[in-house]
């Protein structure tokens, strides 16, 4: 039907479920990893089903119904199948009505970005802060990009919002040194932004108009980015590396990507997603990955981040292991510029010699 999208014509079933079954080994197969030009390819495929008569007794309605369970299929997470169903006309309408909100969201003054305090876990002593962004929605109250950021992506939003959002962070931060907290600050990038020839280039510009040091921002990366080696991503990423700009992957160990990928690119800082943490102290499996990924950083000299520690005893476990650095509800959550600059006077104020002291200090 186009360039990435087919349609399969199943004759004589006798119940649904058949279509169902073989919409999933479809779904099963093109799973699998291909080798193209000697790179490991993973496809992944949205399937939407509907069948003659109950969903249209014409061509033209049952594949517009098909194609309406396909993109209902890639809005609730992709790499599955859906069968059509009634109300899908209804929830393709909200969803493309919140894409018109979210478009004017920027304009209207809707997106807020709060900062969460990166520690130095045992002395709980602020390095830094990651920036994450938020959206103050006028009917449905604070909204996290968890649901809005992949309907950015898809609706070709990405760049504008990503680079508003780096903005407002260098320069909300910015701002703090006037009360003697210098603090260094991450700020999530879209893989879609990093193919983009031209982002290197908004980011100095950025920097410039901030007047923030590009060696006090850290570029957040997903793993999508170790597994394409795209070649304008990876000059976009040594621009950034040669401004000063230092480079972390996210959510480590939750993509396909191997550890070997690492060498490739000139990443400073590789932050262990939150679901290895949460299970460290009771399932041997994630904390041996965890050791796998703090020793490789040692050898390696990046620095290793853990996210979402709430436990003391996950706390206790990472320091013996060499890993000094974390994020998570433990030490802080997400606050606005406002709270944060707040809590950083009163940490300052409480500091012996504090008035002798221009770096950031400890939470209690």
């Not at 407002?168 to 260094?184: M, P």
């Not at 980015?225 to 000063?244: H, N, Q, Y």
């Not at 290793?304 to 520690?309: P, R, T």
Request: proline share 4%; glycine share 8%.
């Amino acid at each position: 039907l186009g360039g990435d999208e087919f349609a399969i014509l199943l004759e004589s079933l006798t119940h649904p479920e058949e279509a169902a079954l073989v919409a999933q080994k479809v779904v099963k197969a093109l799973s699998h990893p291909i080798v193209l030009h000697g790179k490991e390819i993973t496809v992944t495929c949205s399937v939407g089903i509907s069948l003659f008569p109950d969903h249209g007794k014409t061509c033209d309605l049952l594949l517009s119904n098909a194609d309406l369970a396909m993109y209902a299929a890639k809005h609730g997470g992709k790499n599955r199948a859906l069968m059509f169903s009634e109300d899908m006309n209804l929830a393709m309408k909200d969803w493309a009505h919140f894409e018109c909100d979210l478009a004017l969201a920027v304009q209207r003054g809707e997106l807020v970005v709060h900062f969460q305090p990166r520690v130095e876990m045992g002395n709980r002593h602020i390095k830094s802060v990651e920036a994450l962004v938020r959206w103050q929605h006028p009917q449905e109250g604070l909204i996290l990009p968890e649901r809005f950021i992949p309907l950015a992506e898809e609706a070709g939003l990405i760049g504008c919002i990503g680079e508003w959002v780096l903005g407002e962070a260098c320069r909300q931060i910015k701002e703090l040194d006037r009360s003697g907290q210098q603090l260094g600050v991450s700020v999530n990038v879209s893989p879609l932004q990093l193919c983009d020839a031209g982002f290197a280039d908004r980011v100095a510009s950025i920097l410039h108009e901030a007047q923030f040091p590009a060696s006090r921002l850290e570029i957040e990366l997903t793993e999508q980015v170790l597994i394409r080696r795209d070649p304008v991503t990876l000059a976009s990423l040594e621009r950034l590396k040669a401004m000063g700009v230092h480079l972390a992957i996210d959510d480590f160990g939750t993509g396909y990507s191997s550890l070997g990928y690492l060498r490739h690119f000139p990443i400073d800082t590789v932050k262990i997603d939150q679901s290895f943490i949460r299970d460290l102290v009771a399932d041997p499996t994630a904390a041996a990955i965890v050791n796998a990924v703090v020793a490789l950083g040692q050898q390696l000299n990046l620095r290793i981040v853990a996210e979402g520690v709430e436990g003391v005893d996950q706390e206790r476990y990472l320091i013996d292991q060499g890993c000094l650095d974390a994020q998570g509800h433990l030490f802080c959550a997400a606050l606005p510029v406002a709270e944060l600059s707040e809590m950083l006077r009163r940490i300052k104020a409480t500091k012996p010699g504090a008035g002798h002291s221009s770096k950031a200090s400890a939470l209690h």
